[in-house]
């Protein structure tokens, strides 16, 4: 088995699919309020590391409506490229374009549902011979079952699962790096369980050193 080499900013590219407020309430394959921080963890951990993205979603006259405020907060002025209809966001010729344009052959990709647009958006991009990482934590879908079975799908296509915080980790994993801070910046605001074990280890130090 060839073990390849990291996934970093230079050579990934990010795309969220559909994370629209008229699904939100549809999700139950993942508690919402873990489900929107781990989107928006994403989103943040490319646009601070600068890797590409490229964020899509349906026309904003569907039912589905425009993205999640907090992650529109996270994308500012970043463009969303509006499908008019196609679920393999592929199919649609400014989406694909934008991959294209980033310069990077591997992909991570997170979206809902994950049975639907995200299924065919990943099978779209294995066609096309991207390398695919599926954020299976920053997907979510009806159920828990027809997550995890388009999730099999997926790898079985030849889509490598990953989480989100995983992939900031692989981004920068030395924490004395330049880059360092971005990713204990990321670990203080999505991952608030890790960052109170720091601060616990921070305070026994200090106890101990005075």
């Not at 994370?19 to 919402?32: Q, T």
């Not at 969303?80 to 592929?90: D, Q």
């Amino acid at each position: 088995m060839t073990i390849p080499e990291p996934l970093t900013p230079e050579n990934t590219t990010i795309i969220l699919v559909d994370h629209a407020v008229g699904f939100a309430n549809l999700l139950r394959s993942h508690d919402l309020g873990a489900h929107i921080n781990n989107v928006v963890g994403l989103a943040r951990t490319a646009v601070l590391f600068g890797s590409g993205l490229v964020v899509t979603n349906g026309l904003r006259s569907k039912p589905s409506g425009p993205l999640y405020p907090e992650l529109i907060d996270v994308l500012g002025d970043h463009p969303i490229i509006e499908r008019p209809g196609a679920t393999n966001a592929f199919g649609d010729p400014a989406f694909a374009a934008a991959v294209e344009a980033t310069g990077r052959r591997r992909l991570a990709i997170a979206g809902v549902s994950t049975e639907g647009c995200v299924l065919q958006t990943v099978l779209g991009a294995l066609r096309l011979g991207y390398e695919v990482n599926l954020v299976v934590d920053a997907s979510g879908s009806l159920t828990r079952e027809t997550h995890d079975t388009a999730v099999q799908r997926m790898v079985l296509a030849g889509a490598v699962p990953t989480t989100w915080y995983s992939l900031a980790g692989e981004f920068e994993y030395d924490h004395t790096s330049e880059r360092g801070p971005i990713l204990q910046r990321i670990m203080r605001e999505h991952q608030p369980g890790m960052a109170k074990g720091v601060e616990t280890y921070l305070a026994s130090a200090s106890r101990a050193a005075g």
